[in-house]
């Protein structure tokens, strides 16, 4: 995850927190579990908390806007917008024919968990960008602009270090039970075809 941080100070008034979402894509190849795996390995993208490759990532920056009023002896935040930037990195398999039916279902749901995972995320610096807005507005009246300033960059730099720690225990614990995880989709799918199977067998067993 790759997080970059801007406060931008400007005289117009801002509006609630928003999100700015894109998505890219990287491309594996493998016909079996184990090159997928490897492919994921080898063709993931890198994160900034560790240099291994990862089957998925979220880029993020946030951007605060700042509405001043200034008065004889005070300055004050009226208004705060910040944006949420992110930009999620999923895979994409190149199926090829001779992969088993048993491979393409267990990539479907690792897929699935994958970009849910990554959409988590997004959700999370989402949360985290309201909370800086709401921080910022309640500072309250400081002496001059450049103490609103000062003072802006502080509670910045205390909501974002909360937002890492957000993140980072998110991935612990995603980490931690992915395996039963991704036991019990494969269940659900697996029943999910087969009730689909069932039915459309008793439509077809139906007496005309």
């Given at each position: 995850?790759?997080?970059?941080?801007?406060?931008a100070?400007v005289?117009?008034?801002?509006?609630?927190?928003?999100?700015?979402?894109?998505?890219?894509?990287?491309?594996?190849?493998?016909?079996?579990?184990?090159?997928?795996e490897a492919?994921?390995?080898?063709?993931?993208?890198?994160?900034?908390?560790?240099?291994?490759?990862?089957?998925?990532?979220?880029?993020?920056?946030?951007?605060?806007?700042?509405?001043?009023?200034?008065?004889?002896?005070?300055?004050?935040?009226?208004?705060?917008?910040?944006?949420?930037?992110?930009?999620?990195?999923?895979?994409?398999?190149r199926?090829?024919?001779?992969?088993?039916?048993?491979?393409?279902?267990?990539?479907?749901?690792?897929?699935?968990?994958?970009?849910?995972?990554?959409?988590?995320?997004?959700?999370?610096?989402k949360?985290?960008g309201?909370?800086?807005?709401?921080?910022?507005?309640?500072m309250?009246?400081?002496?001059?602009?450049?103490?609103?300033?000062?003072?802006?960059?502080?509670?910045?730099?205390?909501?974002?270090a909360?937002?890492?720690?957000?993140?980072?225990?998110?991935?612990?614990?995603?980490?931690?039970?992915?395996?039963?995880?991704?036991?019990r989709?494969?269940?659900?799918?697996?029943?999910?075809?087969?009730?689909?199977?069932?039915?459309?067998?008793?439509?077809?067993?139906?007496?005309?």
């Amino acid at each position: 995850m790759l997080i970059a941080t801007t406060i931008a100070c400007v005289g117009s008034p801002a509006g609630a927190a928003t999100l700015s979402k894109s998505y890219s894509y990287f491309y594996i190849g493998g016909s079996t579990l184990e090159e997928i795996e490897a492919e994921l390995s080898k063709r993931g993208p890198h994160v900034s908390a560790s240099n291994s490759r990862h089957p998925g990532a979220t880029q993020m920056q946030f951007t605060t806007q700042l509405a001043f009023t200034q008065g004889k002896d005070f300055c004050q935040i009226v208004d705060a917008k910040t944006t949420v930037g992110v930009k999620v990195i999923l895979p994409k398999w190149r199926r090829p024919h001779k992969a088993d039916n048993d491979v393409r279902l267990v990539w479907d749901v690792l897929a699935s968990d994958i970009k849910r995972h990554e959409e988590s995320h997004v959700v999370i610096a989402k949360n985290y960008g309201r909370e800086l807005e709401q921080s910022l507005k309640a500072m309250g009246r400081q002496k001059n602009c450049e103490a609103v300033s000062d003072k802006a960059k502080t509670i910045t730099s205390n909501v974002l270090a909360k937002h890492e720690k957000a993140q980072a225990e998110f991935d612990r614990v995603e980490g931690k039970n992915f395996e039963s995880r991704i036991v019990r989709l494969l269940q659900y799918r697996l029943e999910q075809m087969a009730g689909h199977t069932s039915h459309r067998k008793a439509k077809m067993d139906r007496p005309i």
